[in-house]
């Protein structure tokens, strides 16, 4: 791929000039929806039990890892502890 080549993300598509013409401005949306989206999210953990790190994969193992559904990223989490965690 050169550096010039277009990566696109599926679960991330870039806007295009339609999406930005049917765009709505937050204070317009239903005030019902401004409360349930201006919720506070999950707050720092107490006692953190786990580290985030940044790291790159293959394309295809991603893919796969995803295809598993919601809880992907706990179950590979899963798989390298049984594998390197040996505790």
Do not use: C, I, Y
């Not at 295009?16 to 506070?40: G, I, W, Y």
């Not at 790159?56 to 990223?73: F, I, M």
């Amino acid at each position: 791929m050169s550096k010039h080549e277009e990566v696109t993300d599926p679960d991330n598509p870039e806007w295009t000039a339609e999406k930005f013409a049917r765009s709505v401005k937050f204070k317009d949306l239903p005030a019902n929806l401004q409360r349930t989206l201006s919720k506070p999210k999950r707050g720092p953990q107490k006692a953190p039990t786990k580290m985030l790190v940044s790291m790159r994969l293959s394309r295809d193992v991603v893919q796969a890892l995803r295809a598993t559904g919601d809880g992907w990223q706990v179950r590979a989490d899963e798989a390298l502890r049984q594998k390197f965690a040996k505790s």
